[in-house]
Nanobody
Framework: QVQLVESGGGSVQAGGSLRLSCAAS??????????MGWFRQAPGKEREGVAT????????YYVDSVKGRFTISQDNAKNTLYLQMNSLKPEDTAMYYC????????????????????WGQGTQVTVSS
């Protein structure tokens, strides 16, 4: 049973920064590569992939709206995924979720929420203007 626990959300003013963390436990990957990512969902909108990483290969993906502002990273020793968010904008306001996928083909559809079977409970990010 994979457990993903997010933390680090909060309320900030536009231009501010937050770092989200996702502590992972209870998983055993049979492959040296697997996918993890950050997704967000604002009220009335579909869940979207914000940033994903192909663990073991180093590939990363960012949705265009966060490129140059957000950075995804992982600390293997701590089994923790991070999302550093800088220059936050009001449109970044959403519930942010951590997700993991262990299928061998996970990177093919890495930005699609339906690709992921393992989810955290989410952490709220609110950016005021």
């Amino acid at each position: 049973q994979v457990q993903l626990v997010e933390s680090g959300g909060g309320s900030v003013q536009a231009g501010g920064s937050l770092r989200l963390s996702c502590a992972a436990s209870g998983y055993t990957s049979t492959s040296s590569t697997y996918c993890m990512g950050w997704f967000r969902q604002a009220p009335g909108k579909e869940r979207e992939g914000v940033a994903t990483i192909y663990i073991g290969a180093g590939n990363t993906y960012y949705v265009d709206s966060v490129k140059g502002r957000f950075t995804i990273s992982q600390d293997n020793a701590k089994n923790t995924l991070y999302l550093q968010m800088n220059s936050l904008k009001p449109e970044d306001t959403a519930m942010y979720y951590c997700a993991a996928a262990f299928e061998q083909w996970c990177w093919i559809y890495n930005s699609r929420p339906n690709n992921y079977k393992n989810w955290g409970q989410g952490t709220q990010v609110t950016v005021s203007s």
